[in-house]
């Protein structure tokens, strides 16, 4: 069976995103940061902001809950920018592969709608795809943006 399309997740796969690089400063110990990332800017509070909600609004609940922790809790979107390495050479590579077999590619991200824009402009391998689906609602590029060969 022929290969019709791929899709391609960007966070991990081609997009080098992790949290650790920013925490790792901030909290030193890597026992009180694992039990900050365990408790607190968990996957379920950040996939809130990834579904819509606001930063703001996230940001606010979690502080309600753990005041004494505000200014990690903002730093998760403060600096995000620093939480991006930059791009992972092997999935820009299989991008390239792709691509030039004539592959249509797609993009898909759970990216909140927030910061995907600013990994947009940065990362031209991001505006390759034939589309680009952000999960997130109310942003899309251009919208979803459609290249044509």
């Keep these: 069976m022929a290969i019709k399309a791929v899709v391609f997740d960007f966070g991990g796969v081609l997009i080098d995103w992790n949290p650790e690089y920013v925490y790792s400063l901030l909290i030193p110990d890597a026992t009180e940061r694992r039990w900050f990332m365990d408790n607190l800017v968990v996957s379920d509070w950040v996939l809130q902001q990834d579904s819509g909600q606001t930063i703001a609004d996230g940001n606010a609940e979690l502080i309600a809950r753990f005041p004494e922790h505000e200014a990690?809790?903002?730093?998760?979107?403060?600096?995000?920018?620093?939480?991006?390495?930059?791009v992972l050479e092997d999935g820009v590579a299989q991008v390239d592969k792709l691509e030039a077999a004539d592959v249509p590619l797609f993009g898909l991200t759970n990216w909140s709608a927030e910061t995907f824009p600013w990994a947009w402009e940065r990362f031209p391998v991001l505006q390759r795809f034939r589309e680009v689906v952000v999960s997130a609602p109310c942003w899309q590029p251009?919208?979803?943006r459609r290249f044509s060969r």
């Design 72 to 86: 990690l809790i903002r730093a998760f979107y403060e600096r995000w920018q620093e939480m991006v390495a930059g």
């Design 142 to 144: 251009n919208p979803i």
